[in-house]
């Protein structure tokens, strides 16, 4: 079985392939990696992940920046994958599965994070990426060629859901080129999250749980540190804030750090750890980029990792930055929501000894980040394990 891996990074190729493929062992033959190359990739975490992904056996690694369905038709066709495996649902994926579709490619869509219904974009993030918007509405423009859609119409829908959150199901998006044969989903309220914002049928959906949640298993058994960790978003990598406001959140953190013996940095995959120079360069920060520590307290924003935390902790503070509004759903993740340094430092002195009421946290986070009973990627594997018996190989 030759299975190819579709996303934006390297570095998000590293995150859920090696782990499937480990389990799937010798049920494969061969493993591609396309990456698209559309997010930040910090250039050490690229070569590390690289070097990750040569672990497989036939491995196959491309970086494809290209928005010719023409070319991607002859990459698949001379690759000639049993399975493509998606890591989100960008402009590019849309454009591969469809292709996928037409050349009749079994499709798989891994659920990448606790994803919302909308992210607000600034005139700021939308002028910082014009090059990669730009691109993207090349690629939707080609998408409309391949589906024979008026490009126009298509193009004002893309944009109505890029710039004000308008779901592309009942658009031109609604098309059965769109739909993968299976989308791997983390709870039963993504299923009608993704039939609005995507417009997916419901059947083609399927929980499995999320895989970052099911680490809870193996670090909850980890030495326990009586310190708190930051979960850093990209922000600047996604051009979503301006690098001066960044170097003002630093500085907050730079500022709690002083107040503490040890504190961990717990950097996104993309992040690039030069923005965190003077928060690094304090002797007692440790900085983490694919471990997630069992911390006492963690802080973040809005990150897909707030779930994960609440689950280990009974200390959970969203830090309140003035550009972001903080989606209702990651709410329920928080201890505390605050922008006030004294108000988090307080919170860290009298919270940090408390241990979540495992009962508690699973009743209120069960319909949108349930704790899963079985490991997500065996029961992926599983599900490809059949697909490829069903199919005589």
């Known amino acids: 079985m030759k299975i190819l891996f579709l996303d934006a990074t390297v570095s998000l190729l590293a995150r859920y392939p090696v782990k499937l493929l480990n389990e799937l062992k010798n049920n494969y033959t061969k493993s591609i990696f396309i990456s698209y190359k559309t997010g930040y990739d910090d250039s050490n975490e690229k070569k590390t992940s690289i070097e990750l992904l040569k672990s497989n056996k036939?491995?196959?690694?491309?970086?494809?920046?290209?928005?010719?369905?023409?070319?991607?038709?002859?990459?698949?066709?001379?690759?000639?994958?049993?399975?493509?495996?998606?890591?989100?649902?960008?402009?590019?994926?849309?454009?591969?599965?469809?292709?996928?579709?037409?050349?009749?490619?079994?499709?798989?869509?891994?659920?990448?994070?606790?994803?919302?219904?909308?992210?607000?974009?600034?005139?700021?993030s939308l002028l910082s990426n014009f090059k990669k918007n730009y691109d993207y509405c090349i690629t939707i423009y080609n998408l409309s060629k391949i589906l024979k859609n008026n490009p126009l119409l298509m193009l004002n829908d893309y944009l109505k859901y890029m710039v004000s959150g308008i779901g592309l199901s009942n658009t031109t998006f609604q098309n059965?080129?769109?739909?993968?044969?299976?989308?791997?989903?983390?709870?039963?309220?993504?299923?009608?999250?993704?039939?609005?914002?995507?417009?997916f049928?419901?059947?083609?959906?399927?929980?499995?749980?999320?895989?970052?949640?099911?680490?809870?298993?193996?670090?909850?058994?980890?030495?326990?540190?009586?310190?708190?960790?930051?979960?850093?978003?990209?922000?600047?990598e996604d051009n979503r804030i301006p690098e001066i406001l960044f170097e003002n959140i630093i500085a907050f953190y730079v500022n709690l750090a002083k107040e503490v013996n040890i504190f961990y940095l717990k950097l996104h995959p993309r992040s690039n750890i030069d923005l965190y120079k003077n928060l690094t360069s304090l002797s007692?920060?440790?900085?983490?980029?694919?471990?997630?520590?069992?911390?006492?307290?963690?802080?973040?924003?809005?990150?897909?990792?707030?779930?994960?935390?609440?689950?280990?902790?009974?200390?959970?503070?969203?830090?309140?930055?003035e550009s972001e509004t903080i989606p209702k759903m990651y709410q329920l993740s928080a201890t505390l929501i605050s922008k006030n340094l004294n108000e988090i430092k307080k919170e860290i002195y009298m919270n940090q000894n408390i241990l979540p009421n495992l009962e508690n946290i699973s009743n209120m986070l069960k319909r949108i980040a349930p704790m899963p009973v079985i490991n997500p990627i065996v029961a992926i594997a599983n599900e490809i394990r059949v697909f490829y018996s069903d199919q005589g190989s």
């Open 284 to 321: 007692n920060v440790i900085v983490l980029r694919n471990e997630f520590p069992n911390c006492s307290v963690y802080i973040g924003h809005y990150s897909s990792t707030l779930f994960l935390a609440r689950y280990l902790s009974g200390c959970v503070i969203i830090h309140d930055i």
């Open 176 to 199: 059965k080129f769109l739909i993968p044969s299976n989308f791997y989903i983390y709870s039963e309220f993504y299923k009608n999250l993704f039939a609005k914002k995507y417009g």
């Open 58 to 124: 036939s491995f196959y690694y491309l970086e494809c920046n290209t928005k010719n369905p023409k070319y991607i038709t002859r990459t698949l066709k001379r690759i000639k994958p049993n399975i493509v495996i998606f890591g989100g649902y960008r402009a590019p994926d849309m454009l591969w599965l469809a292709i996928c579709n037409k050349l009749d490619i079994k499709t798989i869509i891994l659920q990448h994070g606790f994803d919302i219904e909308h992210i607000n974009r600034s005139k700021y």
């Open 201 to 236: 049928n419901k059947n083609v959906m399927k929980v499995t749980g999320s895989i970052d949640l099911y680490n809870y298993y193996s670090i909850i058994n980890q030495k326990r540190f009586n310190a708190p960790c930051y979960l850093a978003q990209t922000f600047v």
